[in-house]
């Protein structure tokens, strides 16, 4: 595969308030707040921040909430935020809890009603990244909600293969059994932001294994408009210290299956339930029935609970994925002990 000859750069540009209401006279999303959660993240940091400079839609300001560095990531990020005007890139303290904590300590310390797109710090962004995300956005009032595919590439950003292609819906069914929004590529209007606001305490609270399955579930949810490109956004490095790593490999999907039985996908659907419940009022009232129901079903012998999944129409976007979850299911490894109670707020 060609690797993608990027654009020449455009520069980051000013980030002051005319900015934002002459795109809102025009219609378009307006300035994006880009969430890039650092850690130790030196070696690769400054590719991503090139990338973030050379975007061709100049409307976005960085903030960077960095997780206890101990290498030149911060000082890596300053000397980026010195080039351009004050208050465009921002450097704050993460919680040091993780990179999930992380992308939540984001959300909360993104502006209010302002769009925001998640950020990794090892990837290399397409220069329309965010022109294509704001494009998809645009004059959308409802909560929506951008992702895209990527092109997986080696530590050295040799590109190696695209992500694999879904063919099924996007929605709720989906969301609460799959993570397939990618984070790395996601963007959400002001109004979704809205929304991930309103719920990063209860997923704090609940101790989420993943902020995007998270957002994906959230947004889905409370019937967000679900944007996937078809088109890859960027380049997703893969290397020792990757937080995810590709998941199209037969040994990576192997890897995933293993987990729907070890029980490891059990604790993360019971946490994210948990962390839905609170957010239950949010929802649209056909998928606060299938969360209820699914929260029923974790809770019964596992035969019964893969019959009740089934007939609320759960799915992964593959055969092989979806057959798994309900053999997990019925094998009793997603039962928790007590399932989470959800209330409407």
Request: net charge positive; glycine share 8%; charged share 20%.
């Given at each position: 595969m060609p690797h993608p000859s990027p654009d020449p750069p455009h520069g980051g540009g000013p980030y002051p308030r005319r900015a934002a209401a002459a795109a809102a006279r025009s219609g378009a999303i307006g300035p994006i707040a880009i969430l890039l959660a650092s850690f130790q993240g030196a070696r690769h940091i400054a590719a991503q921040l090139a990338s973030i400079e050379g975007q061709s839609y100049p409307h976005w300001r960085l903030i960077v909430s960095d997780d206890g560095s101990r290498d030149d990531t911060r000082?890596?990020?300053?000397?980026?935020?010195?080039?351009?005007?004050?208050?465009?890139?921002?450097?704050?303290?993460?919680?040091?809890?993780?990179?999930?904590?992380?992308?939540?300590?984001?959300?909360?310390?993104?502006?209010?009603?302002?769009?925001?797109?998640?950020?990794?710090?090892?990837?290399?962004?397409?220069?329309?990244?965010?022109?294509?995300?704001?494009?998809?956005?645009?004059?959308?009032?409802?909560?929506?909600?951008?992702?895209?595919?990527?092109v997986i590439a080696r530590d050295d950003l040799v590109?190696?293969?695209?992500?694999?292609?879904?063919?099924?819906?996007?929605?709720?069914?989906?969301?609460?059994?799959q993570a397939c929004m990618a984070g790395n590529t996601?963007?959400?209007?002001?109004a979704a932001a809205r929304?991930?606001?309103?719920?990063s305490a209860a997923a704090r609270s609940a101790a989420i294994e993943s902020h995007d399955w998270?957002?994906?579930?959230?947004?889905?949810?409370?019937?967000a408009r679900l944007i996937h490109d078809g088109r890859p956004a960027l380049l997703y490095r893969q290397h020792a210290r990757s937080e995810m790593g590709r998941n199209d490999t037969a040994a990576a999907m192997a890897r995933r299956f293993g987990k729907l039985f070890a029980g490891d996908y059990g604790l993360w659907v019971a946490a994210n339930l948990a962390a839905l419940a609170p957010m239950h009022g949010h929802l649209t009232p056909e998928n606060r029935?299938?969360?209820?129901?699914?929260?029923?079903?974790?809770?019964?012998?596992?035969?019964l609970a893969a019959r009740r999944m089934r007939a609320l129409g759960l799915y992964r976007h593959t055969a092989a994925g979806t057959a798994a979850l309900y053999a997990a299911a019925a094998a009793g490894?997603?039962?928790?002990?007590?399932?989470?109670?959800?209330?409407?707020?």
């Open positions: 000082a890596i990020i300053a000397a980026f935020a010195a080039r351009h005007p004050s208050g465009q890139v921002v450097l704050s303290a993460g919680p040091g809890q993780g990179a999930t904590r992380n992308f939540l300590h984001l959300i909360d310390l993104a502006p209010a009603g302002t769009a925001i797109a998640f950020c990794d710090q090892d990837d290399v962004w397409f220069p329309h990244k965010l022109a294509r995300a704001a494009e998809a956005l645009d004059r959308l009032a409802e909560p929506a909600h951008y992702a895209a595919r990527t590109p190696v293969t695209e992500s694999r292609r879904f063919e099924r819906p996007f929605g709720f069914r989906n969301a609460l059994v996601s963007v959400f209007n002001a929304l991930l606001k309103a719920g998270w957002a994906y579930q959230l947004s889905s949810g409370a019937g029935e299938i969360l209820d129901g699914f929260a029923a079903a974790l809770a019964l012998p596992g035969p490894r997603l039962r928790q002990p007590r399932s989470p109670r959800i209330r409407i707020r």
